[in-house]
C-alpha cells in the first residue's frame, strides 16, 4: 500500500507566503524560504508553491525564487502560477521544481498538459482544479484564482486532464478553503474513484482528525497551508496521529 503524503502548500505573493479564507482576505505567513526548510526538517513529505496572482496578473512565477527553496531543501516540491508553456515549465524544471502545476491555462488549452507531458513526463505535470458546490449539487471548475466560473464538472475535467497526462490531480475545495472545518469528503472521494492517478485534497484542514477523514475518503495526499505555517499543527505530532490510526505515512 502507498504511503500517504503530508503537503504544506505555500502560496505566494510578491514574493511573501501569504494565507487567506475562501480566496480572499489574504495575510501574511512568513519568508517562502525559511518556511520551505522547516517543513522539510519537519518530515514534510513534499511542498506545493502556488503563486496566487501569477495568472490574474498576468505575471510567471519567479524561478529564482524556485532556485533559492531548491538550494534549501531535499524533498520533492511543486511550483504553479501563471504556467502557460513548455518553455515556462522547462526553465521552473531547471531552476531546481520536482513538478509544475497547470490550472487556468491548462483549462483553457488541454493540449498544453498533452505538451508537458510529452515533453517532461506525467509524473512533472500535476493539474490543479479549483471547484466550488453548487445549488445543483454540483461541483463546477473555477478559474484564475477562483475569479471566474466555469460550467465543466470537476469530475468530467480531472478525468479530460488525465487522459491528456495529468499525473497527479491537486484538489482544491473553494468552500473549505481557510475554514479549517475540514476537507471536501464527497468531491474528494469522487475524484479519486474516476482518475489512476493520485489525487492531493486541499481546503479545510484544521486538526489531525481531517487528515484521517481525508485519506479514508480516497485522497493519495493531504495539502494545508495555515495550521502548519501559524504552528496549529505540526506535522511529526500529525503523522505520529495517523500512525496511531492504521493510517501508512512516511
Same mark, same amino acid.
Given at each position: 500500500?502507498?504511503?500517504?503524503?503530508?503537503?504544506?502548500?505555500?502560496?505566494?505573493?510578491?514574493?511573501?507566503?501569504?494565507?487567506?479564507?475562501?480566496?480572499?482576505?489574504?495575510?501574511?505567513?512568513?519568508?517562502?524560504?525559511?518556511?520551505?526548510?522547516?517543513?522539510?526538517?519537519?518530515?514534510?513529505?513534499?511542498?506545493?508553491?502556488?503563486?496566487?496572482? @501569477? &495568472?490574474?496578473?498576468?505575471?510567471?512565477?519567479?524561478?529564482?525564487?524556485?532556485?533559492?527553496?531548491?538550494?534549501?531543501?531535499?524533498?520533492?516540491?511543486?511550483?504553479?502560477? +501563471?504556467?502557460?508553456?513548455?518553455?515556462?515549465?522547462?526553465?521552473?524544471?531547471?531552476?531546481?521544481?520536482?513538478?509544475?502545476?497547470?490550472? &487556468?491555462?491548462?483549462?483553457?488549452? !488541454?493540449?498544453?498538459? $498533452?505538451?508537458? /507531458? =510529452?515533453?517532461? +513526463?506525467?509524473?512533472?505535470?500535476?493539474? @490543479?482544479?479549483?471547484?466550488?458546490?453548487? $445549488?445543483?449539487?454540483?461541483?463546477?471548475?473555477?478559474?484564475?484564482?477562483?475569479?471566474? /466560473?466555469?460550467?465543466?464538472?470537476?469530475?468530467?475535467? @480531472?478525468?479530460?486532464?488525465?487522459?491528456?497526462? @495529468?499525473?497527479?490531480?491537486?484538489? &482544491?475545495?473553494?468552500?473549505?478553503?481557510?475554514?479549517?472545518?475540514?476537507?471536501?469528503?464527497?468531491?474528494?472521494?469522487?475524484?479519486?474513484?474516476?482518475?489512476?492517478? !493520485?489525487?492531493? /485534497?486541499?481546503?479545510?484542514?484544521?486538526? !489531525?482528525?481531517?487528515? $484521517?477523514?481525508?485519506?479514508?475518503?480516497?485522497?493519495?495526499?493531504?495539502?494545508?497551508?495555515?495550521?502548519?505555517?501559524?504552528?496549529?499543527?505540526?506535522? !511529526?505530532?500529525?503523522?505520529?496521529?495517523?500512525? =496511531?490510526?492504521?493510517?501508512?505515512?512516511?
Amino acid at each position: 500500500m502507498l504511503t500517504k503524503r503530508i503537503i504544506p502548500c505555500l502560496d505566494i505573493k510578491d514574493g511573501r507566503t501569504v494565507k487567506g479564507t475562501n480566496f480572499v482576505d489574504l495575510r501574511d505567513a512568513g519568508d517562502p524560504v525559511e518556511l520551505a526548510a522547516l517543513y522539510a526538517d519537519q518530515g514534510a513529505d513534499e511542498l506545493v508553491f502556488l503563486d496566487i496572482t @501569477a &495568472t490574474n496578473e498576468k505575471r510567471k512565477t519567479l524561478a529564482q525564487l524556485v532556485d533559492r527553496i531548491a538550494h534549501r531543501i531535499n524533498i520533492p516540491f511543486t511550483v504553479g502560477g +501563471g504556467i502557460a508553456s513548455v518553455e515556462d515549465v522547462r526553465i521552473l524544471l531547471d531552476s531546481g521544481a520536482d513538478k509544475i502545476s497547470v490550472n &487556468t491555462a491548462a483549462f483553457k488549452n !488541454p493540449e498544453l498538459i $498533452a505538451s508537458l /507531458a =510529452s515533453s517532461f +513526463g506525467s509524473q512533472c505535470v500535476v493539474l @490543479a482544479i479549483d471547484t466550488k458546490k453548487h $445549488a445543483d449539487n454540483q461541483w463546477y471548475v473555477y478559474l484564475n484564482g477562483g475569479r471566474v /466560473a466555469t460550467e465543466s464538472i470537476c469530475e468530467h475535467w @480531472a478525468a479530460k486532464g488525465v487522459s491528456l497526462g @495529468a499525473g497527479e490531480i491537486l484538489l &482544491t475545495s473553494m468552500d473549505h478553503d481557510g475554514t479549517k472545518k475540514g476537507f471536501a469528503t464527497e468531491i474528494t472521494a469522487v475524484v479519486s474513484q474516476t482518475v489512476n492517478v !493520485p489525487v492531493i /485534497a486541499s481546503g479545510g484542514g484544521g486538526i !489531525p482528525e481531517h487528515f $484521517a477523514e481525508i485519506f479514508d475518503h480516497g485522497a493519495d495526499a493531504a495539502l494545508a497551508a495555515s495550521i502548519f505555517h501559524f504552528k496549529e499543527v505540526m506535522i !511529526p505530532e500529525l503523522k505520529s496521529f495517523l500512525k =496511531s490510526r492504521q493510517i501508512s505515512v512516511r
